[in-house]
């Protein structure tokens, strides 16, 4: 991880081996779990492998912590709204709606063009 030496990686799932990974920097990592050959390249380059058990003893309150997630890109989350705020209160602008099909006479007449009548 770069610019942060010294920090314990948390991730929550499962650390699986990567072969394509030639060195493993030593690290300390946090998870719920590991698979045998990852374990053993994180432990031989120096490095630990510790439970959240194991974490809420040594940083109760998550200091000196990275949480590391994967990216949130799957095809379902681009229907979702975002999260209401004083400031934007428009949760479902810019969401992908489920349409039948991407024709001339779905959801593109009245209501979504000014031409057509009106333009919410």
Not at 7 to 13: H, L, P
Not at 24 to 28: E, I, M
């Given at each position: 991880m770069k610019n942060k030496d010294g920090?314990?990686?948390?991730?929550?799932?499962k650390i699986t081996d990567d072969v394509?990974?030639?060195e493993?920097?030593?690290?300390?990592v946090c998870a719920l779990g590991y698979t045998e050959n990852a374990k053993k390249r994180i432990l031989a380059a120096g490095g630990e492998c510790i439970s959240f058990?194991?974490?809420?003893?040594?940083?109760?309150?998550?200091?000196?912590?990275?949480?590391?997630?994967?990216?949130m890109d799957?095809?379902?989350?681009?229907h979702f709204g975002h999260r209401?705020?004083?400031n934007n209160p428009h949760t479902h602008t810019h969401v992908k709606p489920f349409v039948r099909s991407k024709g001339r006479k779905f959801e593109k007449a009245?209501?979504?063009r000014k031409s057509c009548g009106?333009?919410?």
């Open positions: 920090k314990t990686a948390v991730i929550v799932g394509r990974m030639l493993v920097p030593k690290l300390s058990d194991q974490l809420a003893l040594r940083a109760p309150k998550g200091g000196n912590t990275v949480l590391l997630r994967g990216p799957r095809e379902a989350l681009k209401t705020s004083v009245r209501g979504r009106f333009k919410v």
